[in-house]
């Protein structure tokens, strides 16, 4: 076996894992922020009181304004007045929507972010903002919206109710999944990537038995670091454009869309990501990994099926549609008809299976495990 050409860069952030929130008012020191705004959604805000507590006199004021999707209105308001309060660095307390406003918010201002995250979405390790305008969202890289320093407390995480927990954490799984076959992977984003599944794999089980087991929601948040990384280190494919497009044309849920479609995108793209498929195998179960993750899900309180989530399965080539208009880099290539009969099984909740009208090259299928 020899080892692929690769390149890797590693992103400059510091992260604290399972100290409490004890390292936050150093952090803030560290960074020379002096005048703090904690960014959060409406349902957050006493969590992020508490958090500004912890920080002491350095903030000067919570905005409780994130909201899904960081709509560019939100962005302006929130702007304008961190530029009155002379704000020089924002601390983002929740998921994946407060940390996605203050990333809008450190794009337009230049000030630094120090993240608290309380779901396993993985925003905070990377250097992805977004911002949507006339229902579009726009997205892009850039170093000035990756969090400068994170703060990993499990035990904010013992009140994310244990089926956002699930789906959350699937969504983590599906970054590990999709940065074992980027073209931008490296040996050390895929040890990443499986040891972060792995732990995810093992944590949600224990969680849903014991939602206020630390250990469990330590393990898990550990596996959703691990997860975020990956994330911010590679470019994703055919999985994270589909719930793309379910989450920003047809409204779906962010997370659940993922943990819906994971096994399906995993078994489609299987043939062509014999790596991928190695790697994963004994991760999720017995026999293949992408039935492995199925039967871990119909184990688990999620939704199962897209049908579920209250998509229209005449929405179906709607989706083909904008999820082929363009090309992006997947393993396998991706034609309408085989979308199509991914998305049907998906809508269904049947059994994810990898055949479509693709066929493998023979070198990558004799690579497969038997
Ligand atoms: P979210 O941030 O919208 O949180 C979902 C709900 O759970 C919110 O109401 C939130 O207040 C609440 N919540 C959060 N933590 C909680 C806790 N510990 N206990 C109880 N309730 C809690 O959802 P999310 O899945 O974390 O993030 C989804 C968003 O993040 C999407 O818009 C997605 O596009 C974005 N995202 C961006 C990146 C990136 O790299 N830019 C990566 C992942 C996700």
Known sequence: MSTDPFTYAALPMRVAFGQGLH??????RQLGIGRVVVICTPDRAPLAHRVAQTVGTAVVDVMAEAVMHVPAGVVDTCEQHSRNLGCDGYLAVGGGSAIGLAKALALRTGAPIIAVPTTYAGSEMTPVWGITENRVKR??????????????????TTDLPVSVSVTS????????????????????????????????????????????????????????????????????SLHHKLCHVLGGSFN???????????????????????????????????????????????????????????????????????????????????????????????????????????????????????
């Open 169 to 236: 954490g699937m969504n983590a799984i599906a970054h590990a999944v999709e940065g074992l076959y980027a073209p931008d992977r490296s040996p050390i984003v895929s040890m990443m990537a499986r040891e972060g599944a792995r732990a995810l794999a093992a944590a949600l089980p224990r969680l849903v038995d014991r939602p206020d087991d630390l250990g469990a929601r330590g393990d898990a948040l550990y596996g959703a670091w691990l997860c975020g990384a990956v994330l911010g280190a590679t470019t994703m």
């Open 252 to 370: 779906l849920p962010h997370a659940q869309s993922h943990a819906i479609v994971l096994p399906h995108v995993l078994a489609f793209n299987a043939p062509f990501a014999p790596d991928m498929v190695a790697t994963l195998t004994g991760v999720f179960g017995d026999g293949d990994p992408w039935t492995a993750l199925w039967h871990l899900q119909q184990s688990l309180p999620m939704p199962l099926s897209l049908a579920d989530l209250g998509f229209d399965k005449d929405d179906i080539a709607e989706v083909t549609r904008q999820v082929t208009a363009n090309p992006y880099h997947n393993p396998r290539p991706v034609n309408e008809t085989d979308v199509d009969i991914l998305l049907e099984r998906a809508w269904a909740g049947r059994q994810p299976h990898p055949s479509t009208t693709a066929t493998a090259p023979d070198h990558v299928l004799s690579k497969e495990p038997s």
């Open 139 to 156: 997205t892009g890289r850039d170093h000035a919206v990756l969090p400068r320093a994170v703060v990993y407390d499990p035990a904010l």
């Open 23 to 28: 390292p936050l008012r150093d952090q803030v």
